[in-house]
């Protein structure tokens, strides 16, 4: 069964910086694109940025400078360094994954990230 693990959430002021980890279950090079989402309270889950297997990067506008993606693929791993923090970027942050053996997408439980003014 596939699985993500995130870690790394926490609270921080604004300004500050957060590391974000996410493992993925199973064999080596076992994932396509990995990204990062977020939600915050009454809205929609975002995208915050995406990572190829080849480390073609993609990011949304708000977080472009400021957060940085990047994988280690033999271990299935998936970061995402957050400088510069605004309390805007507040929300869970899930995890999520394409997995090469069946093409389906799955998700992290999500970890909580709190941005203080």
């Known amino acids: 069964q596939v699985q993500l693990v995130e870690s790394g959430g926490g609270l921080v002021q604004a300004g500050g910086s957060l590391r974000l980890s996410c493992a993925g279950s199973g064999s080596p090079f076992s994932y396509n694109v990995m990204g990062w989402y977020r939600q915050a309270p009454g809205k929609q889950r975002e995208l915050v940025a995406t990572i190829t297997s080849g480390g073609n990067t993609n990011y949304a506008d708000s977080v472009k400078g400021r957060f940085t993606i990047s994988r280690d693929n033999a271990k299935n791993l998936v970061y995402l360094q957050m400088n510069s923090l605004k309390p805007e970027d507040t929300g869970v942050y899930y995890c999520?994954?394409?997995?090469?053996?069946?093409?389906?997408?799955?998700w992290g439980q999500g970890t909580q990230v709190t941005v203080s003014s």
């Open positions: 999520n994954a394409n997995y090469r053996k069946n093409l389906r997408d799955y």
